[in-house]
């Protein structure tokens, strides 16, 4: 099983970046895929899931201005980030597992792909 996180990268705030993870070795659709982020000194956090019914749920952090998306048939989801903050910089994990903010419900994880913010 692999998650690959792509498309981090540096921008200036009010910018926008989308984040790709592409799945193998899984059938993405049969689990909930999350995104979450890692801020240095602070704890993982979860802030965009889908479960297997298409339901996406955001944290109160990114709502509104994040977006996350799957394709299925490329089993493949995508998290689209408008109007960056500063506080957005962390390096950001795509997961495979069950519905929940905890990364404990989380069983399969990607490297993560940094973003900052400035």
């Known amino acids: 099983v692999q998650l690959v996180e792509s498309g981090g990268g540096s921008v200036q705030v009010g910018g926008s970046l989308m984040l790709t993870c592409a799945v193998t070795g899984l059938p993405s659709s049969y689990y909930t895929m999350a995104w979450f982020r890692q801020a240095p000194g602070r704890e993982r956090e979860g802030i965009a899931a889908v479960d297997s019914e298409g339901k996406i749920r955001y944290a109160e952090s990114v709502k509104g201005r994040f977006t996350m998306n799957r394709d299925n048939a490329k089993n493949t989801i995508y998290l689209q980030m408008n109007s960056l903050k500063s506080e957005d910089t962390a390096l950001y994990y795509c997961?495979?597992?069950?519905?929940?903010?905890?990364?404990?419900?989380?069983?399969?994880w990607g490297q993560g792909t940094q973003v900052t913010v400035s």
């Open positions: 997961a495979a597992g069950s519905m929940s903010w905890a990364d404990t419900a989380y069983k399969y």
